[in-house]
């Protein structure tokens, strides 16, 4: 009898594993060549979709009812143009190209008027006694990404640093990527403003995670989204490996959560994550 129930395991199992769709290849600058990490890969809107590894492979696993003939997969990074590939295509192939997509410099303002600048933080800086695991059981993400809206707080503002906290942290270390959405018409993050991607690295122990963005010159006129997005994990497999964020208190602004690459934003499904800006202003 028990012979016959793992038989019937393993031929539930090995259908299973058959039925699934796979679609591999590998993701290269159009100009240099180069493999592209962490490019955000999937259908649009759906629920189906991962990132591209550190030499630019990628492996995106879809339903058995999905007809590869019939669908596009989309390929989106900063700083590269987003490109809708057959997926019959990249079968054949096995590569996607991403062009490179030259951005307008912005207009220099000149001006005389010295005017003070002053320095506060915005967002969810007040972190409460509550908290969100995250349980990561590969070495990297699919695209889940957690934010929340920091609303317009009158004065144009610079970016010093971008901030998170975490609560509980026995990972060795993790690769973030960080984004700044604008918000479309329809409430939901739409388009990102950065020029290029930005990263961070927690390492095991650390509560407050920081990047300091000085340098991206990046200048705020308008209400935004900002996410944390884990990318990268380096683990040992037999440790406890708990990852946890911290809540905020005393904010009410919206939440925005996406499951993975170009799934349909989320809004208001999760609480409200620790994450806030160092910011300047003139006055």
Same mark, same amino acid.
Request: net charge positive; charged share 25%.
């Given at each position: ?72 997969? #989309? ?9 809708? $590939?057959?997926?019959? &295509? %990249?079968?054949? !192939?096995? @590569? ?70 975490l609560s509980e942290n026995t990972i060795d270390s993790v690769l973030y990527r960080l984004n700044i959405y604008k918000i479309s018409s329809d409430g939901m993050p739409k ?10 690295? #927690? ?9 300091? $963005?000085?340098?991206? &010159? %990046?200048?705020? !006129?308008? @209400? ?60």
């Open positions: 009898m028990q012979r016959i129930i793992i038989a019937i395991f393993l031929m539930l199992f090995s259908h299973a594993q058959y039925a699934q769709n796979i679609v591999s290849g590998k993701v290269i600058d159009a100009a240099t060549k180069e493999a592209i990490p962490y490019v955000h890969i999937g259908i649009a809107n759906k629920n189906y979709g991962t990132i591209s590894t550190d030499d630019g492979n990628f492996q995106l696993k879809l339903p058995e009812n999905v007809d590869l003939k019939n669908i596009s997969i #989309s390929f989106s990074c900063i700083g590269y143009k987003l490109v809708s $590939v057959a997926a019959s &295509a %990249i079968k054949k !192939e096995n @590569t996607v190209l991403l062009h490179h997509d030259i951005l307008a410099l912005d207009e220099v303002v000149i001006t005389k008027k010295q005017r003070k600048i002053k320095s506060k933080k915005i967002g969810a800086y007040r972190k409460s006694i509550f908290n969100l695991g995250e349980a990561n059981t590969n070495n990297y993400g699919v695209g889940k990404e957690y934010g929340i809206a920091i609303p317009y707080p009158k004065h144009d503002y610079r970016v010093k640093s971008i901030n998170f906290q388009n990102s403003i950065l020029k290029k991607q930005l990263f961070v690295k #927690s390492y095991f122990g650390e509560k407050l995670i920081m990047l300091d $963005v000085t340098s991206e &010159a %990046i200048q705020i !006129e308008e @209400t935004i989204v900002i996410t944390i997005e884990p990318v990268r994990l380096w683990y040992e497999e037999d440790d406890d490996n708990l990852l946890f964020y911290k809540h905020a208190k005393g904010y009410s602004e919206a939440t925005y959560h996406r499951k993975s690459s170009l799934s349909p934003w989320l809004k208001d499904e999760i609480p409200v994550l620790s994450i806030f800006l160092d910011v300047t202003y003139e006055k």
